[in-house]
Every structure is written in C-alpha cells, then in structure tokens.
C-alpha cells in the first residue's frame, strides 16, 4: 500500500530539539519532492518546507518562519524524511504533516497522518 | 511571497444547496491552485489539483475553476458529508500558500 507514515513528535520544551520522520511505503521517497506542512491546534494550514527529488539535487527551500532553525534532509537506504527541528518556539506547537507532490501530475495527493509536537515548559 | 485570500471564512447551508468557495492571489498563478477538504482529526485529502481537475474518486458534485488570481470551488448540490474545512493552496512558486480555510456547515 502506498503511504506516508510520520514519527518523532513529543513534548519538548522552549529552546529544545526534535528531529521527525516520514516513511514512504509502497513507492521511492527520492523519485518524489516531499513536503512537511503543519496546522497549529485550531488553525489552518502552514507550509514549512521542501525537499526536491533526486533529479532535483534534494535541495530544500524553507518557511522564512522556521529557515534558521529548521532543516530537512533525507535517508535514501531508509526511504524516509526527516526534519529537524531546533531552538523551537511554542508558536511551533502543531501537528506536522509530511506530503509528497506527483511532479508528472501536479499535485499533492498523499498525505500522512501527521505527527504532533506540542511546545510547553 | 504570494498572499492568497480565502472567503468565506465559514458558511452554513442546507442539504442540496448550491455553494461556491473563493481563493484570490495576490499575483497571478495561473492554473497552480489545488482544493483540500479536512474533516476533524484527519489529513486534509485533495479534491481539485491544477485549478480545475477532479481527483479521482472525488464525486462531481464537486468542482473548481478560475486562473490567473481568481478561483473558486463550487460544490453543486450539498450533502451531510460535505461538513469540513476546505482550503485552497497556491503552489507556482516556493514558498507554497494556503488560504485561511473556509468552515463548511450543512443545516
């Protein structure tokens, strides 16, 4: 079965870190450009960053919101995604989905289930 | 960065209504713009991708049109499953947008 799977969400205080991952079944993650996008608690939707497939270097573009404290990287032999997350803020605090985009169709059809972080002393 | 305006913000309609939801960029984007529909507790699931085209097993009640700056998703005859939050994405450039959302109420 094709999915994304997300892992690594917790309680972690102001200032710590968190690394999450995304699993890919059923397909080759570095064929696809994956997405991590989150939704604080009663909010909606926020883009926070890109990997680019193979073909595409795996280069990354990041939220201006989260670009110096964020990075996204990849473990081919695994099939996964990671993101981690450092010197977060309780403005991080949200369920944190990861999305892959079918470049040949133009959409973003698979989703995970998300993973949520919750940022508190 | 482009900006994208979503309205309304929540409506409320009867079974079989007719409603349309709209998405407006602040620059043009021309067919880049996908519909998601997300229900309490879950990942939002794609509805429309490139402005206009159904995803498969999506039903046909459900449709999206515009280009350029304005969108819209229009959801031609309402039922009880339709109660969600629906948001549009922008997604021509980095960094991708989503609209504000709109909360979907059926009577």
């Known amino acids: 079965e094709v999915q994304l799977m997300e892992s690594g969400g917790g309680v972690v205080q102001p200032g710590g870190s968190l690394r999450l991952s995304c699993e890919g079944s059923g397909f080759t993650l570095s064929d696809h450009y994956m997405e991590w996008v989150r939704q604080g608690p009663g909010k909606g939707l926020e883009w926070v960053g890109c990997?680019?497939?193979?073909?595409?270097?795996?280069?990354?573009q990041r939220a201006a919101s989260v670009k110096d404290r964020f990075s996204i990287s990849r473990d081919d032999s695994g099939n996964l995604l990671y993101l981690q997350m450092n010197s977060l803020k309780i403005d991080d605090t949200a369920v944190y989905y990861c999305v892959r985009y079918d470049v040949d169709a133009a959409r973003y059809r698979l989703w995970g289930q998300g993973t949520l972080v919750i940022v508190s002393s | 960065d482009i900006q994208v305006t979503q309205s309304p913000s929540s409506l409320s309609a009867s079974l079989g209504d007719r409603l349309t939801i709209t998405c407006r960029a602040s620059q043009s984007i021309d067919n880049w713009l996908a519909w998601f529909q997300q229900k309490p507790g879950k990942a939002p699931e794609l509805l429309i991708y490139?402005?206009?085209n159904l995803q498969s097993g999506v039903p046909s009640r459900f449709s999206g049109s515009g280009s350029g700056t304005d969108f819209s998703l229009t959801i031609s005859s309402l039922q009880s499953d339709d109660s969600a939050i629906y948001y549009c994405?922008?997604?021509?450039?980095?960094?991708?947008?989503f609209g504000g959302g709109t909360k979907v109420e059926v009577k």
């Open positions: 994405l922008a997604y021509k450039n980095y960094p991708l947008t």
């Open positions: 490139m402005a206009s």
């Open positions: 990997s680019r497939n193979r073909h595409n270097g795996f280069t990354t």
